[in-house]
């Protein structure tokens, strides 16, 4: 253990609510004589057996510096008691903020700490509780499930399939003793699948659009969060900074010391300088920026039009507009929706994508262009339907997917970030908001904005094939650039990773036949693309206390090259968890498909509990739910 200004203890407790319910915390304190702050991380991610790891480096870390930290598993998750159900998060989240104050050992000063659902989940809680909360530090927070009004394929699939798998998985009895089974059974009973309510009326909250308390918001580029980030920014009036980096999903280690900082000047009133650091620090391609506003006044929107800066390579015609019809595979180079740092995550060269696309290519840049923001995108639009003379007053409706792309000399073609609209009614001009993205296209590349009429499997597709038509010569790109001499004169901006504890020894097996992380496979036969997915996490894991955890996932998403209603999502998860010490040995298997009709989404979800290899339930749900979007 290195050595930190307080020496720690460690405990496991469970928290009473006022209906009955504990809930499962493990709290790390510094022996010292006063009260100290707390910092509290609220989550329904497992704390003795899936964020165990990270949990044994950060918090000991955070009580070292003298901060009870505190890691509590929400209600019908891990070890604690009750239910799942989303309605009980914030009324339980502020009954268990009210049990820190009156610990005698926190002074009443408390943060909330939280990644992905849970650092979304720490912005409503401050917002629901302003009073008892006095910061928040979130990474990467969890949004909806919603681009532009196109429903997400893989990401609302993929999530939707966690959320039962997880809360699916039983209470640990060398934790809870015989208690176990009988929590397990009634959270069994009470699960249900969130595919009518996540694709129709009732879809996952995102976190609020204003910071409530003082926020350090964290994100690595590519993540979903990045936009939101930005706009936190800018929306006032509680202080908050932001860090955008090359990290993938989740709190870096680099980031620790600025939440430490953050932490000392809002709940010990210790001027560690968090003020005094720029409002965003963002690494652009090779280092570190600091913008000192946000908006920031080095950063101004560049227009390129689509008939001059930037021009398509299509056959001349006396048509005015332009037709972007896509096969629907297009998409399949996206890489993952939400990066978690492997191999297959990124997106790979573009040029297989850009060839299924509509492209506008820039000439080489005479010198290096530096984006730092949310591009946007105006079109001119006609219906797909419509004959060439047709006026562009008529409705345009549909899918657009827009992605801004770098191109280098010898052809290579780099996403820098892209975005998607669902056009709204009557209307001739339509605007695409891309992501935030920081980057730095060198001079001599070439900028390109490909668009499509698909994106699959990252959007459901336009059931309607039928693409759309713009006019050029009234559709432009506006770039957020940033001065190239912005940063003459300005502190470097740097971070360094904390000396943190070792994590506790987790053997992995691997398994004998490893699956590739991301496989495609086009069937010429069928004109059907198939890519499958298999997390390199997978496979066996035992754990210090003995636990010993096995999973194994397989995504498949697939469609054939002209029929949109044809795309199907499928994933089969299995989890088992053993103690062979005691005997223990759970088993659950869930199988989720989802796949559309041109009015409706049909989804089917199995689950199966198995405990020493018998069943203890045995569930199917089929469900119809009219599609409201593409």
């Known amino acids: 253990m290195p050595s930190y200004p307080y020496r720690t203890t460690r405990e496991d407790v469970r928290v009473p609510l006022s209906d009955g319910t504990a809930l499962y915390a493990r709290l790390w304190r510094p022996v010292a004589e006063e009260a100290v702050p707390a910092v509290l991380e609220y989550s329904a991610g497992r704390l003795t057996d899936w964020t165990s790891d990270e949990d044994a480096r950060r918090h000991p870390w955070y009580a070292g510096h003298g901060y009870a930290a505190v890691r509590v598993d929400r209600r019908g998750h891990g070890n604690s008691g009750g239910t799942p159900d989303e309605a009980d998060e914030l009324a339980d989240g502020a009954e268990l903020l009210g049990w820190l104050a009156d610990r005698p050992w926190c002074n009443g000063r408390i943060g909330l700490l939280g990644t992905g659902a849970a650092g979304a989940t720490a912005l409503r809680l401050a917002a629901h509780a302003p009073g008892t909360v006095h910061a928040v530090v979130t990474a990467c927070p969890e949004g909806g499930l919603r681009s532009g009004g196109a429903v997400l394929a893989a990401e609302l699939h993929a999530r939707a399939t966690a959320r039962l798998a997880d809360a699916a998985r039983p209470p640990d009895p060398q934790y809870l003793g015989d208690d176990w089974q009988a929590l397990w059974q009634a959270r069994l009973a009470a699960l249900e699948p969130v595919f009518p309510a996540w694709l129709g009326d009732a879809p996952p909250v995102g976190p609020p659009a204003t910071a409530a308390v003082p926020t350090l918001a964290v994100a690595g580029w590519g993540d979903p969060s990045c936009s939101f980030l930005l706009d936190l920014l800018a929306s006032g009036p509680a202080p908050v900074r932001a860090v955008l980096g090359p990290w993938p999903h989740g709190l870096p280690d680099e980031v620790l010391p600025e939440t430490l900082r953050w932490w000392d000047h809002w709940l010990r009133d210790i001027d560690a300088g968090a003020l005094r650091a720029p409002v965003l620090r963002s690494w652009i391609s090779t280092r570190w920026t600091g913008e000192e506003a946000w908006p920031s006044p080095d950063v101004r929107d560049i227009h390129y039009g689509l008939d001059g800066p930037l021009r398509t390579a299509g056959t001349a015609s006396d048509d005015r507009f332009v037709q972007v019809t896509s096969p629907q595979h297009t998409g ?28 506008f290519d820039s000439l080489p840049l005479p010198e290096p262009l530096e984006l730092l923001g949310a591009p ?38 780099t996403l820098v970030t892209r975005g998607a609209l669902v056009t709204p009614g009557p209307a001739v001009d339509a605007t695409v908001g891309l992501a935030a993205a920081g980057h730095t296209v060198p001079a001599g590349h070439r900028l390109r904005l490909a668009l499509s009429s698909t994106y699959w ?13 713009l006019d050029p010569s009234h559709s432009t790109l506006a770039l957020p650039v940033r001065h190239l001499a912005a940063d003459s004169g300005a502190d470097p901006v740097t971070f360094a990773a904390p000396t943190l504890p070792l994590p ?34 997978d496979g066996s894991l035992t754990h210090p206390d003995g636990l010993v955890r096995d999973e194994h996932t397989v995504t498949a998403y ?53 405990e020493a290899g018998n069943a203890v339930l045995s569930r199917e749900w089929e469900h119809r739910i009219p599609r409201n979007a593409p």
């Open 558 to 610: 697939r469609v054939l090259a002209a029929a949109p209603t044809s795309a199907q999502a499928r994933t089969d998860r299995t989890v088992r968890l053993e103690r062979p010490g005691i005997g223990w040995d759970v088993t659950v298997h869930t199988r989720t498909e989802l796949r559309c009709t041109s009015t409706h989404f049909l989804a089917r979800t199995r689950l199966t509990a198995l």
């Open 332 to 359: 399949l180079n996206a890489g993952a929706y939400v990066p978690l740092g492997r191999a297959a995550d990124r997106p790979p060269d573009q040029r297989e994508e850009d060839g299924r696309s509509v492209c």
């Open 457 to 469: 499997p990252w959007l459901w597709p336009d059931p309607e094939p039928a693409g759309f038509g």
């Open 504 to 537: 506790p020894p987790v053997h992995a097996t691997e398994p004998l036949t490893a699956r590739p992380e991301r496989l495609t496979v086009h069937d010429i036969a069928r004109h059907e693309w198939r890519t499958e997915l298999s997390p390199a996490t």
């Open 376 to 413: 946007s995108l105006l079109l001119r639009l006609r219906p797909a339907t419509a004959t060439a003379t047709a006026t562009a007053t008529a409705t345009a409706t549909g899918l657009i997917v827009a992605r801004l792309c770098d191109v280098a000399p010898d052809g290579t073609s």
